[in-house]
């Protein structure tokens, strides 16, 4: 029976695309070990972390044309999730990632997705103030959802 939560950073070294991966180092030093915590580049890796997992809390950045430090939290199933997290750094992309763990019986009862918009994902770059400001914001819902329960549906 599933009964873990994981939460899992998608990211890459690249400028605000690191995001993700940032996220979750800070939210080590917040949360319990009976949390699972994953830092990955592709999302469809997430399928080999799933086990056992009953919540699953997905960060990542995107490219939707909102202003760069946007804030998404979306429950899946989610229609937003393919066209917020397009275009990708990724060569699969988060959703499809889901759907693929949903056909193999692994997709856990409830996945939240945080994303943040990005400014610039190019390989030496810096991460931006925007996206610095925002992950104080996503690591502080994350925590409180992980800790307290989940917020309302939409963000």
């Not at 019986?105 to 856990?108: A, M, N, V, Y």
């Given at each position: 029976m599933a009964t873990g939560d994981l939460i899992i950073g998608i990211g890459s070294p690249h400028g605000d695309d690191v995001l993700g991966w940032l996220a979750v180092d800070r939210l080590?030093?917040?949360?319990?070990?009976?949390?699972?915590?994953?830092?990955?580049?592709?999302?469809?890796?997430?399928?080999?972390?799933?086990?056992?997992?009953?919540?699953?809390?997905?960060?990542?950045?995107?490219?939707?044309?909102?202003?760069p430090g946007s804030v998404f939290r979306l429950v899946w199933p989610d229609q937003r999730v393919d066209c917020t997290t397009s275009p990708s750094s990724h060569a699969l992309q988060v959703d499809a990632a889901l759907h693929l763990a949903e056909a193999l019986?692994?997709?856990?009862a409830?996945?939240?997705?945080?994303?943040?918009?990005?400014?610039?994902?190019?390989?030496?770059?810096?991460?931006?103030?925007?996206?610095e400001a925002?992950?104080?914001?996503?690591?502080?819902?994350?925590?409180?959802?992980?800790?307290?329960g989940p917020l309302p549906q939409s963000a």
């Open positions: 080590a030093d917040k949360l319990d070990s009976s949390v699972r915590l994953a830092r990955l580049r592709e999302p469809v890796d997430l399928t080999f972390h799933l086990e056992d997992c009953r919540r699953l809390w997905i960060l990542d950045g995107c490219r939707s044309g909102s202003p019986g692994r997709l856990p409830r996945v939240v997705i945080f994303t943040v918009e990005v400014a610039d994902w190019r390989p030496g770059a810096e991460v931006s103030a925007e996206v925002a992950l104080s914001l996503v690591e502080s819902r994350v925590s409180a959802e992980v800790l307290d």
